[in-house]
């Protein structure tokens, strides 16, 4: 029987996952989802080689468990810095950051994208991870349209291209050509400038760097 390092078994099996999530996510963002092994995150997290499958059955649902945990922690940390921002311009401004800087935080694995390994329906499942963030910027783009502060579009329409422009600057934050807060702003500037009511055209845009201060955001622990 293996050695309980925990009060309960409970406890001890969630420290367990935790410590097999960390060595999973360490290894990816150093080798590439399709260079790392079952067996592998298992001896980076100091288990015997099969023990892991008491946990996790395959490299994907090791992926899914990994993504869930990071998302809700991200998250949790990005629903308090948005609602603390005074305006929707702010607030998208924050959203930008957050996104930028989990980009920053973990890195461009070398190799493949890891959803490039998944068939079509398991990539359908896996992409309802991002969910939770496409509700936060709903939120933010269908309150700046009430409050006059956007042009009245279709959010549902505009959450794509919000989020591919935030993610256009993925590959020069993981190149180092920009910097977080330099991307931020490309971003955040660009956004604020297409979504400003046409009554405001030659305004500058409410939440801009000459109006208010980039907001610090945590980065996720």
């Known amino acids: 029987m293996p050695k309980i390092s925990a009060p309960t078994l ?3 099996r969630a420290g367990t996952i935790d410590r097999l999530l960390d060595s ?3 290894l990816v963002m150093t080798r590439g989802y399709g ?4 067996a592998d995150v298992a001896s980076k997290a100091g288990l015997a080689r099969t023990a892991i499958y008491n946990y996790f059955p395959d490299s994907e649902s090791l992926l899914f468990a990994w993504t869930e945990r990071e998302v809700q922690r991200t998250i949790a940390i990005l629903e308090q810095e ?3 921002a005074p305006t929707c311009a702010e607030k998208l401004r924050v959203f930008v950051h957050m996104q930028l800087v989990d980009f920053a935080s973990r890195h461009l694995p070398p190799g493949h994208e890891a959803v490039q390994f998944l068939q ?3 990539y ?3 992409m309802h991870h991002i ?3 496409e509700r936060i910027l709903r939120q933010i783009l269908s309150e700046g349209i009430k409050l006059g502060e956007f042009a009245t579009i279709d959010p549902e329409t ?3 291209m919000v989020l591919a422009c935030i993610g256009a600057e993925r590959g020069p934050i993981a190149g180092k050509e920009h910097t977080v807060d330099e991307a931020t702003d490309r971003v955040a500037d660009f956004l604020l400038r297409a979504l400003t009511p046409a009554s405001q055209n030659g305004e500058v845009a409410a939440g801009s760097p000459k109006q208010s201060a980039k907001p610090k955001a945590k980065k996720p622990r």
């Open 10 to 12: 409970e406890q001890h």
């Open 24 to 26: 999973f996510g360490d």
């Open 35 to 38: 260079a790392v092994s079952l």
């Open 82 to 84: 948005v609602a603390e």
């Open 120 to 122: 079509p329906d398991t």
């Open 124 to 126: 359908k499942r896996f």
């Open 131 to 133: 969910e939770p963030v």
């Open 158 to 160: 505009t959450i794509p």
